[in-house]
């Protein structure tokens, strides 16, 4: 249990890590997207899959949907937990099961058309 709590601590304090290069950028564009820019929403998804990318070396996969995928895993499902909980004020319940929903047909789209 305490294993399952430190690799997740690490897991998310990289991807706080490797946020910190974006900071000022996802500043800046969380109050566009706070007003209703979707290119600014847009912009910091593309962030959180960069970030992933970074961390995992994952290809159009973000935190949240990777999280869902390996959710069986006791890391990835507390990091889920912790998420979820986080977004919810923002985007209501299940954000990551939502998120991984939508990224599997748009990477299954993507990839039947490259």
Partial sequence: ?????????TTLLGYV???????APFIVL??????????????????DITICSICHGTRLESISARSYRLR???RYYTQM????WLAKPFDGDNHCKRAHKWESKVITTFNSNA
């Fill in 1 to 9: 249990m305490m294993i399952t709590i430190l690799k997740t601590l």
């Fill in 72 to 74: 069986d895993d006791p």
């Fill in 30 to 47: 969380s109050l566009f997207a706070l007003c209703g820019s979707n290119w600014a929403f847009n912009s910091l998804y593309s962030i």
């Fill in 81 to 84: 937990l912790i998420i979820d």
């Fill in 17 to 23: 890590l490797c946020g910190l290069l974006f900071i």
